[in-house]
């Protein structure tokens, strides 16, 4: 063997590091100035071209094209910049970033139709996508007027710091879209273009974030107290389309077996609780305001699609936001307090507010917040009931006729339930609350037995009856 230099061994070394490094260059060589080549961007065959357009390399993207995604990229923090001229007539164009595939993402993205319109509040928009659904009409206060210009480049600028991002179009003296909280599950990924357009100077700075601050923005409405916060719910199942939710419907407490807490601005976010739904499903929700007396009261209400309300039971209201039937809420089917106002008529103590909130169309969310927390107690979940076994259900059983009713009780034993008939009414199944305490919730029904006695005594629409067993 021939002997070696000191100087060979030093450049064995450096070749053996460059070896080591050169896997990693395709990650890195795409932060800067991307080149406008095939080799930078993964994309489907035949849908994009790499031109020479008004004196740019650029490349033209089709409305077929899908998403064109910059190779080798995972980006974090930093400034995404392009140029983009959209092909008219389209309707938008986005890029992504974050991206961890088509399910989750999040997304900025120009409505070109209000391209020279510059009052027009929706002509930019960010927001997540959540297990595939686009997340548009959960965040009305994230889109904005942008100085979009027809037939000509617009430089795009996005800022992207933890939790923040500051959005530019055709300048850097003000941000048109000032994130204060990205709503994405996932905080890095990869970043992607989409939509008819011609896209040229594409620039990826990971790290150069300016003075943008890394920390969640605040939220306003946080220091309200009469937004219901807190909701018990159920499990949501399918509602077949043409079918209403009903007070035949409404579940006993004891299914309302999980919490959903607000997050920013109150949105009760069902998407994020639950995922896309590919059909009609409904899901409901169950608060308690209690109130030192009776009064007049209201709910600002938000919703996406259609909500039924109840209160202690019994229906209060009906309404439906339908962006895709022409029937959407002000502020143009995106939820918002301002969607719809429910009148309340609270009675002193608990109240039970009970919604049913259907979607089959993009976000699904609520939002609710109390008219005036003058003489309010207290708002939060309801609690369900504990789940307490019948000691002996064979003493309760039986027929009981009153005094002070022209009506027969009979009570029967149903797979353990107890069930409770009024003359030729439909039999109730009641929930049994502990010491001889039964209840119908729907119904709003209360039974209270004393065996030793033979009597119970029934309290219904606040009114008590004593019965003795026949």
């Not at 994309?43 to 995604?69: M, Y």
């Not at 990869?190 to 920390?215: C, H, K, W």
């Not at 009597?455 to 067993?469: D, N, V």
Request: some cysteine; hydrophobic content about 35%; glycine content about 8%.
């Amino acid at each position: 063997m021939w002997p070696q230099s000191k100087n060979y061994k030093h450049m064995k070394k450096r070749m053996m590091l460059i070896g080591m490094l050169l896997p990693l260059w395709g990650a890195y060589s795409q932060t800067g100035t991307v080149p406008m080549s095939p080799e930078s961007f993964e994309f489907t065959p035949g849908t994009v071209e790499f031109v020479t357009f008004k004196d740019r390399p650029s490349i033209k993207l089709a409305a077929n094209s899908g998403q064109v995604v910059i190779k080798g990229l995972n980006f974090k923090d930093g400034t995404i910049e392009f140029d983009v001229e959209s092909i008219l007539p389209g309707f938008a164009q986005s890029v992504y970033f974050h991206k961890r595939d088509e399910k989750e993402q999040e997304i900025v993205y120009l409505r070109v139709a209000n391209a020279g319109d510059t009052l027009a509040n929706e002509a930019v928009q960010y927001c997540p996508y959540i297990d595939g659904v686009n997340m548009w009409d959960m965040y009305p206060n994230y889109q904005a007027p942008a100085p979009i210009k027809k037939g000509d480049w617009n430089h795009i600028k996005l800022v992207i710091h933890g939790k923040r991002m500051q959005v530019y179009v055709n300048g850097d003296t003000w941000p048109v879209l000032d994130i204060p909280k990205l709503e994405g599950i996932y905080g890095e990924g990869g970043v992607s273009f989409e939509g008819a357009s011609y896209i040229s100077n594409i620039s990826v700075r990971p790290e150069d974030t300016g003075n943008l601050s890394p920390e969640e923005g605040p939220d306003l409405t946080r220091h309200q107290s009469n937004y219901l916060r807190e909701w018990a719910l159920t499990e949501p199942v399918v509602l077949e389309s043409g079918r209403e939710a009903t007070r035949e419907q409404l579940l006993d407490g004891d299914l309302y077996k999980d919490v959903i807490t607000a997050e920013r601005e109150g949105l009760i976010n069902l998407t994020r609780k639950f995922g896309m739904n590919q059909e009609r499903k409904v899901v409901w929700l169950k608060a308690v305001i209690e109130s030192a007396s009776a009064q007049g009261n209201f709910l600002d209400l938000g919703f996406s699609d259609e909500v039924w309300v109840f209160l202690n039971g019994q229906m209060v209201w009906v309404d439906k936001n339908l962006f895709q039937q022409g029937a959407g809420k002000y502020p143009k089917g995106r939820i918002s307090v301002a969607n719809t106002r429910v009148p309340l008529n609270l009675k002193p103590g608990k109240n039970e507010v009970t919604l049913a909130v259907a979607n089959d169309f993009y976000g699904w969310g609520v939002i609710a917040r109390l008219g005036s927390t003058d003489g309010i107690l207290a708002i939060g979940k309801f609690t369900p009931p504990p789940v307490v076994p019948i000691e002996d259900i064979n003493q309760y059983l039986g027929s009981y006729s009153s005094k002070m009713a022209p009506v027969k009780l009979t009570l029967t034993s149903e797979n353990g339930i107890l069930m409770a008939k009024a003359g030729d009414q439909p039999d109730l199944a009641l929930s049994y609350r502990g010491n001889h305490h039964f209840e119908n919730i729907k119904e709003n029904i209360k039974l209270t037995f004393h065996p030793d006695q033979n009597t119970l005594i029934l309290i219904s629409g606040g009114q008590e009856y004593e019965f003795t067993k026949e």
